[in-house]
């Protein structure tokens, strides 16, 4: 996705990435790092604060001859990429229970997922070169809370992350019926796709 020509080459060289989910931290305490279009060997360092894979720092060594990016086009060129029906559209939560119960074994927790309904803002994207992994919506499990798909997919404008009681028929933040709105579903950690992992 093109990004702006002062983010990719900034000033000191710190930089926020976004994987998903959550933003994380590289940065160099080399300032030299930055005089040359092409770099010599150097280590960044990535923290990453949240779990399940933190709070963890790490270090990335980029060897000589890596390229700084290029600046971004003159005109926008379209990469969104749509999700296909029943794809991961985002990783909700891991299980409490689990985190609990096994705190530093995060590959046998739950993972609470948003599918895709197909509907999602964002136009229709670029053409599809992959077959992406899809889930069925399922049944309900009858004695969890569920979580409205609707809501969730609207939940940076609305700010709305509430779950319903077990045997609501209904969402009681949009009103539809769950059958309409659709609920997000659960997933053991084997069973998401390499690209949905969480990290």
């Given at each position: 996705?093109?990004?702006?020509?002062?983010?990719?080459?900034?000033?000191?060289?710190?930089?926020?990435?976004?994987?998903?989910?959550?933003?994380?931290?590289?940065?160099?305490?080399?300032?030299?790092?930055?005089?040359?279009?092409?770099?010599?060997?150097?280590?960044?360092?990535?923290?990453?604060?949240?779990?399940?894979?933190?709070?963890?720092?790490?270090?990335?060594?980029?060897?000589?001859?890596?390229?700084?990016?290029?600046?971004?086009?003159?005109?926008?060129?379209?990469?969104?990429?749509?999700?296909?029906?029943?794809?991961?559209?985002?990783?909700?939560?891991?299980?409490?229970?689990?985190?609990?119960?096994?705190?530093?074994?995060?590959?046998?927790?739950?993972?609470?997922?948003?599918?895709a309904t197909g509907k999602e803002a964002?136009?229709?994207?670029?053409?599809?070169?992959?077959?992406?992994?899809?889930?069925?919506?399922?049944?309900?499990?009858?004695?969890?809370?569920?979580?409205?798909?609707?809501?969730?997919?609207?939940?940076?404008?609305?700010?709305?992350?509430?779950?319903?009681?077990?045997?609501?028929?209904?969402?009681?933040?949009?009103?539809?019926?769950?059958?309409?709105?659709?609920?997000?579903?659960?997933?053991?950690?084997?069973?998401?796709?390499?690209?949905?992992?969480?990290?």
């Open positions: 996705m093109p990004v702006a020509d002062s983010y990719q080459n900034p000033t000191l060289p710190i930089w926020l990435l976004h994987g998903g989910d959550h933003f994380t931290l590289l940065f160099s305490t080399d300032l030299s790092s930055l005089e040359a279009k092409t770099l010599a060997p150097c280590t960044l360092h990535h923290f990453n604060g949240l779990h399940p894979a933190g709070p963890r720092m790490a270090n990335i060594t980029l060897s000589a001859g890596a390229q700084a990016a290029t600046s971004a086009p003159e005109k926008h060129v379209e990469s969104y990429i749509k999700p296909a029906k029943g794809e991961i559209d985002s990783v909700v939560q891991a299980d409490p229970d689990d985190k609990k119960a096994r705190p530093d074994d995060w590959t046998r927790w739950r993972y609470e997922v948003s599918l964002g136009g229709e994207g670029v053409p599809r070169t992959d077959k992406p992994t899809t889930f069925e919506q399922g049944e309900p499990e009858p004695s969890q809370p569920w979580r409205c798909s609707s809501c969730y997919a609207k939940r940076f404008e609305t700010m709305c992350f509430g779950m319903n009681v077990a045997e609501a028929a209904g969402c009681q933040y949009c009103e539809k019926p769950r059958a309409k709105c659709g609920w997000t579903i659960w997933l053991h950690f084997p069973d998401l796709p390499q690209a949905g992992r969480p990290t």
